[in-house]
């Protein structure tokens, strides 16, 4: 039991030290991404045709 209990917490700090590692390599990329946002160009969007044939007979 002291064995299952060991590794479990070795584990969970394990995983406890890679998510604050990645949340603080995340964090000023996405500072950096916000001014670019603004002047990106929108796509358009395109309706999706569904009254197709192939659809109909599938229906």
């Known amino acids: ?8 917490f070795v584990l969970i700090g394990i ?3 890679m998510m604050i590692f990645s ?3 995340v964090g000023p990329k996405t ?5 670019n946002a603004r002047t990106s160009i929108t796509s358009k ?3 999706i045709d ?3 044939s ?3 007979k599938a229906v």
């Open 23 to 25: 949340l603080s390599s």
């Open 31 to 35: 500072k950096k991404s916000e001014g």
């Open 45 to 47: 969007i395109y309706p």
């Open 15 to 17: 995983n406890a030290l």
């Open 1 to 8: 039991m002291i064995t299952f209990f060991t590794i479990l």
């Open 54 to 56: 192939k659809y109909k």
């Open 50 to 52: 569904s009254a197709s």
